[in-house]
């Protein structure tokens, strides 16, 4: 039995001369003779022994004490091992919530490509209760925001242009000398205009509106149908996850430890009570339990968030790198053999080398940018909660009005504006989502770049300022997110503008005064 499973709280067993007694529900493992009393699973000394044993029963069964045996999690999977872990029937492959909410943020023909991967690999599929847990909670404002943010490209787009339209034909360009031929080309530019409001008009039906049937929630039904984990059975083992859970976070042990700003935030699903900051630790320690349980020799864990509590800052040949204290800790705890993790781009990537079939770099790009949105949806704030809630298109728009003089476009992640100073020319002002810096990290340059270009269509720039604004003060996120930044910053090469990176965070509730530091 696996320590914790439908036991209670403080539930004790004694063995005393051959003699057993129970009171209450039990755990442990029993010596005849001696007396051993465990509450909640095995004391912290005996885990590390049980650990240890483990650790060294692989040893002498591979028969290998060289650096990869004990530093495994800093060695990539062999050619042999990877081919085993595609290719093996054997193999676990597991899904993460943010795999499952990144359909309804794929467009329609990217999602059938993955729906038809997933699908031909479905016998080897398995995912933990907690995803699906928060899959159920969180699935309707998945499928609503990214309905709502495809209907919003066309009114951004003929804002943008309303916008342009604006500033190259106010009175003071009409007295120019060259005002007859901007006319023209204004004229030629409206037909264009109106082909791209066609095309952006039309992006909302590539997506499921939230009014039609939900064709991601019954593929979901189908294809996991029999290969879910099990409900807690207890509020007891609920708590005791947590409880572990939280002194990990102390010593900054993955995964979750990013996920500290949600502390507090508390929801009910089934009777049972859950912390928001220790999910993806739910979902860690069930995949590992299942592996062990089930003596799983090779297990594949497909996620999309992709914050430093799971993933080094580097990459391998197949895609990002795990942390290794992940690695080696599912290869000491459930004894597998073979385990390793991938991106839901990465791993459509490498199903076509692996499984050899045909993937499409348009299913990467769209996979990528499914991974930039929130690894879960989170509810609408009521005012408890206001300052949790994540930075949004009105926070962004707050950042640039008060720092710019004109507004000139706020989009999903990147809100942008231009500010003049008497005798120092005009300055671009860049607001970005910390989600986006924290999530898409550099995979965000490109984004940044078309924004610097739109700037430099209203005028001619002479400085640049990126602003990155979070809920509330949390240092270290703050720190993450101003090397991001900076990084970005020098990966726009700009030949004539040294680009400025500030990062703060909100100073009240309703998110009307704010700090920053460069």
Known sequence: MSYGDGVKRGAAMCVCKGQTVFEGAVIGQVFTGDVQIF??????????????????????????????????GYFDPTPDQLEALW????????????????????????????????????????????????????????MKAEFAAAKQLGKDARNAYDVFKATISNDRVRDRACWPQIAEKLAEIEKKAEELFKVTNSESGHYISPNA??????????????RIGSRPGSQAIVDSAEELAAERFKAKIGPGY??????GDKYVFDGLIYDRQYGDYMVWRELIAHSRETKTK??????????????????????????????????????????????????????????????????????????????????????????????????????????ADDLISVGRHI??????????????????????????GMALLDDLKSSVDLLSLFD?????????????????????????????????????VAPQVFVGHFLNAGRTEYTFSG
Not at 100 to 112: K, Q, V
Not at 258 to 263: P, R, S, T, V, W
Not at 319 to 334: H, I, N, S, W
Not at 415 to 440: E, F, M, S
């Open 39 to 72: 509450l909640d699973g095995p004391p912290r000394h005996f885990q590390y022994r049980r650990n240890a044993m483990v650790a060294s029963r692989q040893v002498e069964r591979k028969g290998v004490t060289d650096m990869r045996a004990q530093f495994s």
């Open 87 to 142: 290719g093996g029937h054997d193999s676990m492959i597991a899904l993460d919530t943010n795999v499952l909410l990144g359909l309804y943020r794929m467009p329609a023909a990217t999602r059938e490509e993955v729906v038809e991967l997933l699908t031909r690999l479905k016998d080897r599929l398995w995912v933990p209760y907690h995803v699906l847990l928060e899959f159920h909670r969180n699935r309707q404002q998945a």
């Open 213 to 226: 049937p939900d064709s991601v929630l019954s593929f979901v039904e189908n294809l996991l149908e029999g």
């Open 258 to 263: 990013y996920d500290q700003e949600k502390a």
């Open 298 to 403: 090779r297990v594949m864990f497909v996620t999309s968030d992709v914050k430093p509590d799971w993933w080094l800052d580097s990459r391998t040949f197949s895609g990002k790198r795990p942390q290794p204290e992940l690695v080696m800790e599912m290869l000491r705890e459930a004894a597998v053999e073979c385990f390793w993790m991938y991106t839901l781009s990465d791993f459509i990537k490498n199903a076509g080398t692996f499984l050899r079939t045909k993937v499409t770099q348009r299913a990467i790009s769209d996979a990528r940018q499914a991974e930039s949105g929130p690894r879960r949806e989170a509810p609408a704030a009521t005012p408890a909660d206001a300052r949790l809630r994540r930075v949004g298109n009105d926070d962004l728009r707050t950042v640039v009005a008060g720092q």
């Open 415 to 440: 809100g942008i504006g231009l500010a003049r100073a008497q005798g120092k020319g005009v300055t671009g002002i860049v607001a970005i989502d910390p989600q986006a810096i924290l999530t898409r």
């Open 460 to 496: 001619e720039i002479g400085g640049l300022e990126l602003y990155v604004i979070l809920p509330k003060n949390q240092p270290e996120l703050m720190a993450h997110a101003l090397k991001t930044a900076r990084s970005l910053a020098e990966g726009l090469d700009l030949q004539t």
